[in-house]
């Protein structure tokens, strides 16, 4: 965004009712000085946007999500250090998991086609569920650095980023989504119901290393008790996707399932394709005598998020 102001000068120029042939030319004369100067007022207009001057600032407030954290990005500083420019940011974090977590993203700044990577502060200590600590991060940049064209990045380069333009360009957050699907079924002895499904794009869902691009994390959260067999959670489930493809878990409990004890709230993750709109069915398999026969299907569908 361009910072400055423009000086217009505006030239102006009068005439009395007794026209003589010389006051006609004069006045014409201003006439013709009054469009020069308006051509270069326009001219002036239209340059080029100049770099930032130590001090400016601009307010942000705009608010993302990756990796379990809602970031606001508070404000942009052009400031100097050590002889040399330098740009600080002002982000308010928030832990939107259930357990404390330590800020470890990547939050990078965009400028001029590159990514210039932080040189201090962020945060050193854990958030607590639920808290909000300010983050400080800065950036050593050129002297002809602006504002204009300038944003933050928030996540790995290659993952789903998360990005924040400093000239009030659209913001882009994958914001996590949840589907209540609360379907059950059973078959020889053993009872599955599948609760919920969440959508976002880290693995577990909360402070888990971020989905590569156009890729999204589907986890399924089930309910089941086992008939005669034990069974770990990474070897019971696959996901059939809208193209029909199987894909098995990414990642779900160590803890073996045994026969008869009720195991409730299990999470279990897939990589699946971005956009990943569509129907799905999450397959319970038989692995006692066909290992890629279903025993429990059950079918849901994710409608797209509008962010």
């Not at 924040?164 to 609360?182: A, F, N, Q, W, Y």
């Not at 969440?198 to 089930?222: E, K, Q």
């Not at 195991?263 to 290992?291: C, H, K, M, Q, W």
């Amino acid at each position: 965004m361009a910072i400055g102001s423009t000086l217009a000068v505006i030239l102006s120029a009068c005439g009395g009712n007794a026209e003589s042939l010389e006051a006609r030319d004069t006045s014409t004369s201003a006439s013709v000085e009054t469009t020069d100067s308006q051509d270069a007022t326009d001219d002036a207009d239209s340059t080029p946007d100049t770099a930032a001057a130590p001090g400016d600032s601009v307010a942000v407030d705009e608010t993302v999500v990756f990796g379990g954290y809602r970031f606001t990005v508070v404000e942009a500083v052009l400031g100097e250090s050590l002889g040399s420019p330098t740009v600080s940011l002002s982000i308010d974090v928030e832990n939107l998991g259930p357990e404390a977590g330590r800020l470890d993203p990547s939050v990078n700044l965009l400028s001029g086609g590159s990514s210039l990577e932080t040189t201090g502060f962020g945060i050193s200590t854990d958030i607590d569920p639920g808290a909000t600590s300010n983050a400080k991060y800065e950036y050593q940049v050129d002297a002809a650095f602006t504002f204009d064209g300038a944003a933050v990045t928030i996540g790995p380069e290659g993952s789903t980023q998360a990005r924040v333009p400093l000239d009030g360009g659209p913001v882009e957050s994958r914001d996590p989504s949840e589907t209540i699907v609360d379907e059950a079924g059973t078959a020889e002895g053993i009872e599955l119901r599948l609760d919920r499904v969440r959508v976002d794009w880290h693995s577990l869902g909360h402070h888990g290393v971020p989905s590569d691009a156009g890729t999204a994390f589907v986890h399924v959260v089930v309910d089941i008790t086992l008939g005669n067999q034990s069974r770990t959670a990474r070897d019971t489930f696959e996901l059939m996707t809208p193209d029909g493809q199987t894909v098995s878990p990414e990642t779900a409990p160590n803890e073996v399932l045994s026969p008869g004890v009720p195991a409730a709230g299990l999470e279990v993750g897939f990589i699946v394709p971005d956009p990943f709109a569509g129907g799905y069915t999450l397959r319970l398999l038989n692995l006692s005598r066909y290992p890629d026969d279903a025993m429990v299907e059950i079918p849901f569908s994710l409608a797209p998020t509008t962010n």
